[in-house]
């Protein structure tokens, strides 16, 4: 499980695999380096919604700043195949 400052990040196992794929595409390391961030208590005010995952970051350079995420729908022809060949 991952963790993040001696708790778990996720809840679910779907939320397991998303990190992990996330991982899969992670090119610069934004992954790793948020997690160390979070585990070094410098991420505060995370908001989570259908559409956006918003924080406040206390960086190393600036005091703070804002970072997001913006997840995109699927319609439901992607849905559909997804499901059909994930399962």
């Known amino acids: 499980m991952i963790e993040m400052a001696s708790r778990p990040i996720t809840k679910t196992w779907w939320g397991e695999k998303w990190l992990d794929a996330l991982k899969g595409v992670d090119y610069a390391n934004r992954i790793g380096r948020g997690k160390t961030y979070a585990n070094t208590g410098r991420v505060y005010d995370i ?7 918003l924080a ?3 960086g190393n350079y ?3 700043y804002n970072v997001s995420v913006e997840f995109k729908q699927f319609s439901q022809s992607e849905k559909k195949h997804h499901y059909q060949n994930n399962l």
């Not at 908001?47 to 995952?53: C, G, L, M, V, Y």
């Open 47 to 53: 908001i989570i919604n259908d559409k956006f995952a």
């Open 62 to 64: 600036q005091s703070f």
């Open 56 to 58: 406040k970051v206390k």
